[in-house]
């Protein structure tokens, strides 16, 4: 076990302090563990950008007067898409090196482990780059907090809107672990309830380098829409060989169900452009976003931040905000109810947002087509904004998920 932390621990990386604190038994200490993919398929997603954007969160929130006696500091690890490896990360974090809150989190399955392990050591999970809806439905815990974006909320934006264009018939290219499924079940349920049919599906391994047969079987099948429930390094292959042959121009339309802005960067505007999509977060949407983007970049090679990185600083400094009410980050299960009972605040990020029983933060949601090359004017000038999805409507209703801590 220590030498897995020896490879998967980064290091601290910041300790946060101001001149003229408290005494050191008035001290409120705070570690923050930021468990993210930092080699793998989604590494552009959150990875490393993740650790800056909760580094900055912090940043930002020792400035305040309320934060004159904390310490903060983040501890980061490579969970390398692996829920058993994760796992014991977290464990060790919580049990021996005091970790206070986990964030990002990067698949579903990874989640889904956390988040019980989480609520057994009484801590908080901030999980910010997960997807799968089960997370605030039957497996929600008084001590997670579901941030960015879930797979209800993706599947309603894309396959209503697609739906509402007459494109009923849907075939499912779909990757083979929990956010897939999530994904395909969740987007499936909006076709049909809207009159539409879902003509067949096909499920891939993960990190897929070849694509040939899986689009082969989705342009037989003749559906109108080719819906690609998998994201990152994937959805980007599955784009980038459909263009190779031909199927981009061939009269079916495709759908990204999970795609980021760092995908569509990889895939180019070339192959992505008019391609319908959900997000949680566009970093070109007003000045404060622009604003937060143009710092990130600068601290993160030029690149503009994703939904996930997004949701790593909005998340951090709304914890640390309730940390400070609550007075200390030992009872993870009275922080998160903090935050609920905050109500809605505005967010810098996502606008209007609150965090409801059952772990789901509403805040808007984004349908988003991306431009064609000409419509760009610079690198990241991807999306046109085509609705904004309130907070109350663009995620599931509470009675509907399921979850136990719902009366």
Same mark, same amino acid.
């Given at each position: 076990m220590k030498a897995l932390r020896r490879m998967g621990l980064l290091a601290s990386i910041l300790t946060a302090g101001v001149p003229g604190i408290a005494a050191a038994q008035d001290q409120i200490e705070v570690t923050l563990g930021v468990l993210a993919d930092m080699s793998g398929i989604f590494s552009d997603i959150g990875g490393e950008g993740s650790v800056v954007a909760t580094r900055m969160a912090v940043e930002d929130f020792m400035k305040r007067p309320e934060a004159a006696n904390f310490k903060i500091e983040i501890v980061s690890a490579d969970a390398q898409n692996k829920p058993d490896i994760s796992s014991a990360i977290a464990r060790e974090w919580l049990e021996s090196d005091g970790v206070d809150a986990l964030l990002d989190m990067p698949t579903s399955a990874i989640s889904l482990a956390l988040a019980p392990i989480v609520q057994q050591a009484n801590k908080v999970a901030l999980l910010t780059a997960s997807g799968t809806s089960d997370?605030?439905?039957? !497996?929600?815990?008084?001590? @997670? !907090?579901? $941030?960015?974006?879930?797979? $209800?909320?993706?599947?309603?934006?894309?396959?209503?809107?697609?739906?509402?264009? %007459?494109?009923? @018939? $849907?075939?499912?290219?779909? *990757?083979?672990?929990?956010?897939?499924?999530?994904?395909?079940?969740?987007?499936?349920? !909006? !076709? *049909?309830?809207?009159g539409g049919s879902v003509l067949g599906s096909v499920r891939h391994p993960t990190a897929t380098p070849d694509f040939s047969s899986y689009l082969l079987q989705a342009q037989g099948s003749g559906a109108d829409v080719i819906a690609l429930a998998n994201t990152g390094g994937d959805a980007i292959n599955t784009l980038k060989q459909a263009r190779?042959?031909?199927?981009?121009?061939? %009269?079916?339309?495709?759908?990204?169900? /999970?795609?980021? /802005? @760092?995908?569509?960067?990889?895939? %180019?505007?070339?192959?992505?452009?008019?391609?319908?999509?959900?997000?949680?977060?566009?970093?070109?949407?007003?000045?404060?976003?622009?604003?937060?983007?143009e710092r990130f970049a600068a601290e993160n090679g030029d690149r503009m931040p994703t939904m996930n990185q997004a949701g790593a600083y909005s998340a951090t400094l709304a914890y640390l905000e309730a940390v400070a009410e609550v007075g200390s980050p030992e009872d993870g299960a009275a922080v998160v109810k903090a935050m609920h009972d905050r109500g809605t605040f505005e967010d810098p990020l996502f606008g209007p947002t609150s965090l409801r029983e059952d772990g789901r933060v509403l805040h808007d949601m984004l349908l988003v087509q991306v431009k064609t090359p000409e419509e760009s004017t610079q690198p990241y000038d991807y999306y046109k904004i085509v609705e904004v999805l309130p907070g109350e409507s663009a995620f599931r209703p509470l009675a509907d998920g399921g979850c136990p801590l719902v009366q």
């Open positions: 997370l605030t439905g039957p !497996v929600c815990t008084p001590n @997670s !907090v579901h $941030w960015t974006y879930d797979t $209800w909320a993706l599947a309603h934006g894309t396959a209503e809107a697609l739906t509402r264009q %007459g494109k009923t @018939s $849907w075939y499912f290219l779909t *990757v083979d672990f929990a956010l897939g499924h999530s994904l395909e079940r969740d987007a499936s349920a !909006v !076709v *049909v309830e809207h190779e042959f031909g199927l981009i121009d061939g %009269g079916q339309s495709f759908a990204g169900m /999970l795609m980021f /802005l @760092s995908d569509i960067h990889s895939t %180019g505007l070339d192959t992505a452009q008019g391609l319908l999509l959900t997000t949680g977060f566009y970093w070109d949407r007003n000045d404060a976003t622009r604003t937060f983007a």
